[in-house]
């Protein structure tokens, strides 16, 4: 069993679908775990760098799997079912996310500014159908998504569509309340009102 939440979490999403992409694999662990598990009968594992490409290898040699050395999809040609990506920025998912097959479903994790992504999504014509946080030292914001569309309030852009009605997602919304209560008293005027707002969000009030 992988030692890490995330990992185990990401590759629990991959039951369902035979082939799955996973776009920056690194060392290969999510799909690792996909496949001692039997949840998954091939894969594509891809990274821009040939070192973690090496690395996956190694952790996947025993199994079905193309490596490629790709930046996003650019040089995917192999079809799959499930694409992941998982464990970068919101700026570089969104990047990558822009030559996506449209036909296809999504797991993607984002460090951070999730509420870019989101907006990114609904301006792309993806829906996402549902979302998951876990906490492992920090959370990870999880959305799955498909081709669909849309319409998401500000609020929505924060806490996200379907992670808002999550009993688990609280903690999450608790600490991001604190950290903006903390640069609060040190922010000027106009950071103050941005502030004020995104605490009020978090409230959920
Ligand atoms: C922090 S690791 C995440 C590994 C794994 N996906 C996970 O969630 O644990 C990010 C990986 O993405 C790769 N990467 C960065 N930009 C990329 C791009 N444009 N296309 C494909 N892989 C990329 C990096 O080389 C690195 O191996």
């Known amino acids: 069993m992988a030692r890490n939440k995330r ?10 679908y035979d082939c799955v992409l996973d776009i920056g694999t690194d060392h290969g662990l999510v799909l690792l775990e996909a496949f001692k598990n039997g949840y998954i009968k091939s894969a594509i594992a891809s ?4 070192e973690p490409l090496k690395s996956a290898k190694k952790s996947l040699n025993h199994y079905p799997v193309e490596f490629v050395i790709s930046d996003g999809f650019k040089n995917i040609q192999s ?14 998912i969104k990047d990558i996310l ?32 549902d979302e998951h946080i876990i906490h492992d030292k920090f959370y990870y914001v999880i959305m799955i998504i498909k081709k669909g569309h849309m319409k998401l309030s500000e609020a929505d ?15 999450f919304y608790d600490q991001k309340i604190k950290q903006f209560q903390k640069i ?22």
């Not at 106009?190 to 009020?200: C, D, G, T």
């Open 79 to 92: 079809d799959f079912d499930l694409g992941i990506i998982a464990g970068m920025g919101a700026y570089l």
């Open 98 to 129: 822009k030559y996506a097959p449209m036909d296809k479903t999504y797991i993607l994790q984002a460090n951070d500014n999730h509420e870019i992504l989101r907006e990114f999504l609904a301006k792309q014509g993806f829906e996402i159908v």
């Open 157 to 171: 852009l924060y806490l996200g569509p379907k992670l808002k009605y999550k009993k688990e997602a609280k903690p």
């Open 7 to 16: 990992i185990k979490f990401l590759s629990e999403l991959t039951q369902g």
């Open 184 to 205: 609060y008293p040190k922010a000027d005027d106009a950071r103050q009102q941005a502030l004020s707002k995104l605490i009020k969000i978090y409230q959920m009030e």
């Open 47 to 50: 990274d821009l760098r040939e």
